[in-house]
């Protein structure tokens, strides 16, 4: 597809119509997200992003505690000047917990019991938790070292984007 002969509106359409596709090894089309407001957040927020972080998390989980804020720290740093976008995949047993948890996170989120959470686990076999993977703009693993990228880095993150590869 030639982007270049295309109005804003084309382009952005295009880049929706491309996401989907490309995502939709991970996620069906029709997913939808939330965030910590309870806004739902379509899977074409993710069109522009080239590194995508899967955060499987879960409240109950000290060791998740305790790295939840500094990936936050590293979210507020990296994202002004890098496409990326985190997504929180719980692992919390009742939807109270899982709203207070994502209440201290900037970024988005599968809504609770979301079909879409089992598979993922599956497809990245998470044996434990926390574990931080990263993929590309196409939904391709980059990692699934991507929690000892980010604490690797603390404080300044400048470099984790660099490491995302």
Not at 51 to 66: L, N
Not at 114 to 122: E, M, Q
Request: a neutral charge; charged letters at 20%; one cysteine or more.
């Amino acid at each position: 597809i030639n982007a270049e002969y295309m109005g804003s509106e084309e382009k952005i359409f295009t880049s929706q119509i491309l996401l989907s596709r490309n995502m939709t090894s991970l996620f069906p089309e029709n997913q939808t997200f939330t965030n910590s407001s309870g806004e739902t957040i379509p899977l074409s927020s993710l069109a522009e992003k080239k590194k995508i972080g899967i955060y499987f998390s879960a409240h109950w989980c000290p060791p998740c505690r305790g790295f939840t804020p500094i990936l936050a720290d590293a979210y507020k740093k990296i994202t002004p000047e890098n496409p990326l976008e985190i997504i929180f995949v719980t692992s919390d047993k009742d939807q109270s917990m899982f709203k207070e948890y994502l209440s201290t996170m900037p970024w988005i989120a599968l809504p609770f019991g979301d079909p879409a959470i089992p598979t993922l686990k599956k497809m990245f076999n998470v044996t434990g938790i926390p574990l931080l993977v990263f993929v590309d703009g196409q939904g391709k693993l980059l990692t699934k070292e991507g929690r000892s990228i980010v604490q690797s880095d603390e404080p300044s993150f400048k470099q984790v984007w660099d490491k995302l590869v």
